[in-house]
C-alpha cells in the first residue's frame, strides 16, 4: 500500500473522537434481583455489578476500593456464593439472586455476623467491612472456617487496612458457633 493511502484520522472527515462515540454498545435492558427486589436497569452491557449497584441503585454497601480485584471491597453474594463486583459484569447475574449488605438482615434485625462484627469491634474505619462481612458469611457456608488457619487463608481475599484482622477472626468464631447451632449465619 502507498504510504498517502493510510487514512488519516488528522484530516478524515470523521475523527478519532467521533469514532470512539459511534463505538460503543447501546445500553440493554435488564432485570436484576438485588436482596429478594426486582430492579430493571437500562445499562451498558459492560457496565459492573458494582457500579449497577453503586451509580443506578444507590446500594452503596458494596464499596470500591481498587476495582481490580485485589482488595474484597466490592463483595456481595450471588446466589449465597462470594463474587468481586467490580470483577462481575452486572448483566451476568440476569437469573441470579444477587445479596448486599443491605440486604443481610432480617427485617431489622442484624445478621449474626454483622452482630459478631459489632460486639468484636471487628472494624476501624469500616471501609472493608462489608465486604468482610458478606466473604465471612460464605466462609462459614463453605465450611472453610474450621479453625484460625483456614479462616485467615480462605478470607485472604478481603484487605482490611486497618489490620482489625484478629477481631475479624474472633467475630468469625463466634458467628461460626451461632451458624453451628442453627442461627441463620449461613443464609
Ligand atoms: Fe473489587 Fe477491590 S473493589 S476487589
Ligand atoms: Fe478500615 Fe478494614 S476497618 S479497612
Redesign the pocket.
Known sequence: MKEDAVPDHRTSPVGLADQVRTQGPEPVRVQLSINQETHILDIEPRVSL?DALREHLDLTGA????????????TVLVDGRRV????TLAISCVGHQVTTIEGLSDGGRLHPMQQAFLKHDALQCGYCTPGQILSAVALIAEGHATDDAEIREWMSGNICRCAAYPNIREAIREARGTSEEGGHATR
Do not use: I, V
Open positions: 458494582l464499596k470500591k476500593g481498587c476495582d481490580q480485584g485485589t482488595c474484597g471491597a466490592c468481586l463486583a467490580c470483577l
